[in-house]
Every structure is written in structure tokens, then in C-alpha cells.
Nanobody, 124 residues
Framework: QVQLVESGGGSVQAGGSLNLSCSVSGRTFGTYAMGWFRQAPGKEREAVAAISWSSTTTYYGDSVKGRFTISRDNAKNTVYLQMNSLEPEDTAVYYC?????????????????WGQGSQVTLSS
């Protein structure tokens, strides 16, 4: 059984930072891409960042480029999302996804498993 467990969400003031983590079990972690998505109330799910199985390729959504950094530690079966210079528009539930294949993708349909979601709330 594949499980993705997220941690690190919370409430922070605009301009602050948060680091999300997603630990994966039940699957060989180092063979597939990982991604972070978010969904705000009334909005569609948005791809935030993705990373290939070997960390050689990353993808970032336009709204987070230069502020967010995705990374992974295959030895720890964990993917991270470092979020800096947070803005009120970053308020959303953040989900990590385990990809079907090794390449970093922004399409949520390319992901086979999902975490439970972690709330990130920004206050101005």
C-alpha cells in the first residue's frame, strides 16, 4: 500500500517561509517523479513544482518561480518544498503527488498517488 504523508504546513505572515515535506512508503521512491500541487477554495488544482526521479529536471509554476524550491532525498524517501517570500495568494491546500513515471510533469493526471493535503495560510 502506497502512502504519502505530508507535514510542515501552517499559518505564516506574508513574506515568511515554510518548508513542506512528503514522506513516501510502499513504493520504490527513487524511480518516479514527485510533484507538489495546490488548490485554493473555488479554484482548480494548480501545479506548483515537480522533480524528476534523479533530481536532474525540475518544473515550477510561473507564480512560484524564484520563490519556491523543490528537492528530494531518495535515501529518505522524502520530497520537500521550500517556500520563501510567501504571499497571500499562496494560501491553499498543498498536495504532494507520486508520479506514474520518472519525468517531472505538471499535469496532475501523470500522478498515481496523493497525500492527504497540508493547509498553508497566509496573513497579510
Amino acid at each position: 500500500q502506497v502512502q504519502l504523508v505530508e507535514s510542515g504546513g501552517g499559518s505564516v505572515q506574508a513574506g515568511g517561509s515554510l518548508n513542506l515535506s512528503c514522506s513516501v512508503s510502499g513504493r520504490t521512491f527513487g524511480t518516479y517523479a514527485m510533484g507538489w500541487f495546490r488548490q485554493a477554495p473555488g479554484k482548480e488544482r494548480e501545479a506548483v513544482a515537480a522533480i524528476s526521479w534523479s533530481s536532474t529536471t525540475t518544473y515550477y509554476g510561473d507564480s512560484v518561480k524564484g520563490r519556491f524550491t523543490i528537492s528530494r532525498d531518495n535515501a529518505k524517501n522524502t520530497v520537500y518544498l521550500q517556500m520563501n517570500s510567501l504571499e497571500p495568494e499562496d494560501t491553499a491546500v498543498y498536495y504532494c503527488g507520486a508520479g506514474k513515471w520518472g519525468l517531472a510533469r505538471r499535469d496532475y493526471r501523470e500522478y498515481a498517488y496523493w497525500g492527504q493535503g497540508s493547509q498553508v495560510t497566509l496573513s497579510s
